[in-house]
């Protein structure tokens, strides 16, 4: 499947969902982990900005990420979890669209978030890749038709983010799909616990020395 052109689009907003008080991390701020001489809060800017600048974070402390130029909203409604940051982060968005990420995940695909991006429709309220392991709310295009929908279930404390999809036209983006897109099944990693950041800290080891790797004849052939 031949990727997207990536464009500005002027008509949706990148949300980064930064709340929670990562306890199996020990309150670390997982966005601020360095992989690979950066944070994981810049691996996802990379990626986000291919698609838009209108970007804020949501949860996370206020005046954290000014220098950066992102907006930081709280959560709407306290301790709803994931689906109180989906929540807020759609009514906090200046646009009818809005593409919700968590802050832990640091191998975003660009070319897959265009996809997502390219799956809006009248006719559909959310976007949603789904994997082996199930549905990936925390990686998703939402409309703005959604916020009465999440209100309701936070209000009647069914926190399940991956349920809201009861009640919205959803279009899913299967395994085959989202494997043209991430053929190495990186997308959907998240750091939760120390283990998951050693792991992380693994892929973008070998990813790194593979790029040296490739270098390396080019440099003995000039030298």
């Avoid at 499947?1 to 990536?6: D, F, V």
């Avoid at 944070?39 to 005046?63: E, K, Y």
């Amino acid at each position: 499947m031949p990727a997207r052109r990536a464009t500005h689009d002027r008509d949706l907003t990148a949300a980064i969902l930064a709340g929670g008080v990562a306890r199996r991390m020990g309150g670390a701020d997982k966005s601020s982990l360095p992989l690979g001489g950066e944070r994981i809060l810049d691996r996802q800017l990379s990626a986000l900005r291919t698609l838009t600048d209108s970007i804020l974070v949501v949860g996370g402390a206020q005046g954290r990420y000014e220098a950066l130029g992102l907006r930081t909203v709280p959560d709407a409604i306290p301790a709803g979890g994931a689906m109180a940051g989906i929540y807020s982060a759609i009514v906090a968005s200046p646009h009818a669209w809005t593409l919700v990420v968590a802050c832990d995940m640091p191998f975003l695909s660009a070319p897959l978030l265009l996809e997502l991006a390219a799956r809006r429709s009248a006719l559909i309220d959310v976007v949603m890749p789904r994997t082996p392991d199930g549905l990936q709310p925390l990686c998703a295009l939402y409309s703005e038709r959604c916020a009465p929908s999440l209100r309701s279930r936070l209000e009647r404390g069914l926190l399940r983010a991956s349920e809201i999809v009861g009640d919205v036209r959803v279009e899913e983006l299967g395994p085959d799909e989202i494997a043209a897109y991430d053929p190495d099944g990186l997308m959907f990693v998240n750091v939760n616990t120390p283990h998951d950041y050693e792991r992380a800290k693994e892929v973008v080891d070998r990813e790194r020395r593979g790029r040296a790797a490739l270098r390396d004849p080019i440099t003995d052939a000039t030298a």
